[in-house]
């Protein structure tokens, strides 16, 4: 829970350090060389910037499925709306082995591929073998995902998403009740990595 909390924080901050708008104030005094008269004018410009780097590949992480997965997946774009990506992922608790693949679609509404808001819909295959008993266990998922992307560096990649999965869970057990755990669970990423 305190990682957990600690990554919220640090997610806030880099979100209201990476958005917001420029601001300057102009004052400018002009005499008119012919009357000797004092002209004041005074003008507030607010700009705003966008990041129009064109990016074609982006490697991340996800950090918050550590407790359960080593991570990487890749993504690479197929228009300007859409990107593709798939990844693998190894347990981490001690006494269970196995290996995992994921896929996954991303769409980007606005044409910003790689950043921006996306709709993102998925699926993973995982098959876990516990050490001590050598029973198997694999487990489906398809799930879908709304999340944002946004570099705070040129190829420095930051992202969040919030979905839910539908699970399948199928192996050789003593536990015959495999049907008592199918069903949808909530899903959170956030990603680091790295686009060019």
Do not use: C
Not at 4 to 32: C, H, N, P, R, Y
Not at 114 to 123: D, E, K, M
């Amino acid at each position: 829970m305190k990682t957990l909390s600690i990554t919220m924080i640090v997610v806030f901050a880099l979100l209201t350090s990476s958005f917001g708008q420029e601001k300057t104030g102009e004052k400018k005094w002009t005499i008119d060389p012919e009357t000797g008269d004092t002209i004041y004018t005074e003008s507030v410009i607010i700009s705003e910037t966008e990041d129009i780097t064109p990016r074609s590949s982006l490697i991340v992480i996800n950090p918050l499925k550590f407790l359960l997965f080593y991570n990487i997946s890749y993504f690479h774009k197929i228009s300007d709306g859409a990107a593709i990506g798939g990844g693998i992922q190894f347990p981490t608790p001690k006494g269970i082995s196995g290996f995992g693949v994921n896929a996954e679609a991303r769409f980007y509404p606005t044409g910003k591929n790689l950043r921006g808001f996306y709709i993102a819909p998925n699926f993973s295959y995982n098959s876990l073998t516990n050490d001590e008993d050598d029973e198997t266990l694999s487990i489906t998922s398809v799930g879908g995902l709304v999340g944002w992307q946004w570099f705070p560096g040129d190829q420095f990649a930051i992202g969040l998403g919030i979905g839910a999965d539908y699970y399948f869970f199928t192996g050789e057990s003593d536990d015959e009740d495999f049907d008592d755990y199918d069903g949808f669970a909530p899903a959170l990423r956030f990603d680091i990595g790295y686009a060019w």
